[in-house]
Every structure is written in C-alpha cells, then in structure tokens.
C-alpha cells in the first residue's frame, strides 16, 4: 500500500507530457471549430459544400497552429480592430506581428488545400 501511495506521489509530482501528435491535432475545442466554421460560411456562402470546405480550413489551421497559439492570434487581431492610443502595442510589437503572421500563414495554407 505505501509502495501504491509513492508510486502515485511521484507520479503526480512529475511534469507533464508533451502532447502526442493526435492531442494536438485535436485541441481545438468543438466551439472554436464551430465559430470558424460560421464565420467562414457567412464569408464564403451557406451551402453544403462551403460548409466542407470550411470545416476543411479549420481542421489545416490546426493541423499548422496550436490552439493556445489561434487564441493570441485572433486576440489580437480582434485588439487591432479595436483601435485607439492604448492597442497600439497589438500593431507595433513584434510577438503580435509574428502570433498573426503564423495564424495568416496557416490560412493561407488551409486556403490552398481546401478552396
């Protein structure tokens, strides 16, 4: 029973795994998924094949980029729109270039495979 209970010790006191390649592939929560989805059908056209298509871009965005890293992107795009003395960071800073030039990449990947 102690050898069970250190056994368990230890193993919670470890750091955690890297992710395998299947858990990052899917870990984009289903409501991100959607909203993607949504955005580019109301974009694109409301019909069956719009809806494939874009499901499409949204599997390649993650395939290409993160979760956590879409998140900051689209953060910070949505600052830019925002405007004002105080987003000027989310225009000039470097991190805010490069989050949204690798979310730009990964669409326009995704574009290439499934539009």
Request: with cysteine; aromatic share 6%.
């Amino acid at each position: 029973m102690k050898r069970l209970m250190l056994g368990l010790a230890v193993m919670a006191a470890m750091p955690a795994q890297a992710q395998t390649v299947a858990e990052r592939l899917n870990d984009y929560p289903t409501s991100a998924r959607a909203d993607y989805v949504f955005a580019c059908m109301a974009t694109n056209g409301q019909s069956r094949l719009v809806l494939e298509k874009c499901s499409c871009s949204i599997d390649e965005i993650a395939s290409i980029l993160p979760y956590e890293k879409y998140v900051q992107a689209e953060t910070v795009l949505s600052m830019r729109r925002t405007g004002g003395e105080r987003m000027a960071i989310f225009q000039s800073a470097a991190s805010a270039k490069t989050l949204v030039a690798d979310l730009r990449r990964a669409q326009a990947e995704a574009e290439v495979i499934c539009f």
